[in-house]
C-alpha cells in the first residue's frame, strides 16, 4: 500500500484542525507538511498539538520548500491562497483538493488550466451527503420545471466572508442545468422594497449569517398546493474532512484532470 503524504493549507483554522484529524486517522495517509499564512501565531508551533498530540510536523508559510515530497494538498482557504499554492503544486506536481469557495470565473478558469499538469478535485462542498443532495436535486428539478417556484436558503456561522455560500451557487447552478437555464440570468440575489411579482424561471438566494452555524442548505419547490423542501444540514465539519480524504483516495491514481465530488462518489 502506497501511503500518500498529505500537505494542509490552513491548518490551524477549524476546518483545517479538522483535516489534521482525519489524516492523521487515516491509515493510508500521511501529514507531510501543515502551512499557514505569514502572520498566523501558530508558526512554527507543532501542528500536531492543535488535535492533542505531537506529530513533529511544524507550521510554516514557506509553501514552496514545505510541499517537497508531498503527493497532494488539501486546500480549504480563500482564493488568493489557493490560487498561489495551485501555482507552487503545479510546479512540485503535486496534486490538490480544493474546497475553497469565493472564486471568480477568471480564477476558475486558472484552476482548469492547471489541470492538464496535475489532478484536481475541485468542488464548492466535500460533504457526501451534500453531493448526495445536489443529485437528489437534478431529479428533482427535472420533474418539477413547471409551476414551482425555486428558493434556496443558505446558513453559515459568522465568520464566513463569503456569500451566497458555494454550496448555495452550485445548487442553483444544478438546477438551472437540469431545467436549461442560465443562472447568470435568472439568479436574484436577495429582495427588497417593491419588487414586483416573482419571474416564473428565476432562482431566488436567501443567506444568513449567525452564531456558530457550519452550514445549512435549502432548495424549497413551491407549487400550488405543495412544497418540497431537499435540505441538508451539517453538524461538524468533519463531514467535509472525511468527504476531502476519499477524494485523496479517488486522486492516488490520477496524473492529471479536473475532477468534482460527482466523479469521486461516482454519481455521474
Not at 55 to 68: D, M, P, Q
Not at 103 to 131: C, H, Q, R, Y
Not at 175 to 194: P, Q
Request: with cysteine.
Amino acid at each position: 500500500m502506497t501511503i500518500q503524504k498529505i500537505a494542509i493549507a490552513g491548518s490551524a483554522g477549524r476546518m483545517g484542525q479538522a483535516l489534521l484529524d482525519a489524516v492523521t486517522q487515516a491509515g493510508d495517509m500521511q501529514l507531510c507538511a501543515a502551512l499557514e499564512q505569514n502572520d498566523s501565531p501558530y508558526l512554527d508551533k507543532d501542528s500536531g498539538e492543535l488535535i492533542g498530540s505531537s506529530n513533529g510536523i511544524r507550521i510554516t508559510h514557506n509553501y514552496v520548500s514545505a510541499l517537497v515530497g508531498c503527493h497532494q494538498i488539501i486546500d480549504f482557504t480563500r482564493p488568493a491562497g489557493t490560487l498561489a499554492h495551485l501555482a507552487a503544486c503545479r510546479e512540485a506536481g503535486v496534486k490538490m483538493i480544493v474546497g475553497t469557495t469565493g472564486f471568480s470565473t477568471t480564477e476558475k478558469e486558472m484552476l482548469k488550466a492547471a489541470s492538464k499538469d496535475i489532478a484536481i478535485v475541485f468542488a464548492p462542498n466535500m460533504s457526501v451527503g451534500v453531493n448526495v443532495t445536489f443529485k437528489l436535486l437534478e431529479i428533482a428539478a427535472k420533474v418539477l420545471n413547471q409551476g414551482y417556484d425555486i428558493e434556496i436558503i443558505e446558513a453559515h456561522h459568522r465568520h464566513k466572508i463569503d456569500a451566497p455560500s458555494g454550496t448555495a451557487l452550485r445548487m442553483g447552478e444544478v438546477i438551472a442545468e437540469a431545467t436549461n437555464r442560465d443562472l447568470k440570468k435568472v439568479a436574484i440575489y436577495g429582495r427588497e422594497g417593491v419588487t414586483g411579482e416573482r419571474a416564473d424561471d428565476t432562482i431566488g438566494f436567501s443567506t444568513i449569517r449567525a452564531g456558530d452555524i457550519v452550514g445549512e442548505h435549502t432548495a424549497m419547490f413551491a407549487g400550488t398546493g405543495e412544497r418540497i423542501e431537499i435540505v441538508h444540514k451539517a453538524s461538524s465539519r468533519m463531514t467535509f474532512a472525511m468527504g476531502a480524504i476519499r477524494a485523496v483516495r479517488f486522486l492516488k491514481d490520477k496524473p492529471n484532470g479536473l475532477f468534482d465530488m460527482q466523479d469521486v462518489l461516482g454519481l455521474r
